[in-house]
């Protein structure tokens, strides 16, 4: 395990991972992102209920992403089945 610093809007911490480099450089990456995307929203509400915000918005991805991702495994696989019936 390993601590990495990050910088949340001028917000220093740490947190702890047995992550690869690549992984750690696209935390990085995002984190500055979304720091982008949400400055307006930073200097309008408090940073917890930011925070919490972009937290759902995150979750919120992932479903979307998890949901095509199983969906072009069914499709993967029905193809498959139709190959094999061949």
Avoid at 22 to 41: G, P
């Amino acid at each position: 395990m390993r601590k990495v610093k990050i910088s949340v809007f001028g917000k220093d911490y740490e947190f702890a991972t047995d992550g690869s480099d690549e992984l750690i450089d696209f935390v990085q990456k995002r984190l500055r992102e979304l720091q982008v995307t949400y400055r307006s929203l930073y200097e309008e509400i408090p940073f917890d209920e930011l925070l919490v915000l972009i937290v759902c918005d995150l979750l919120e991805q992932e479903y979307n992403s998890q949901k095509q991702i199983d969906e072009l495994y069914l499709r993967v696989k029905e193809k498959i089945k139709l190959l094999e019936g061949r």
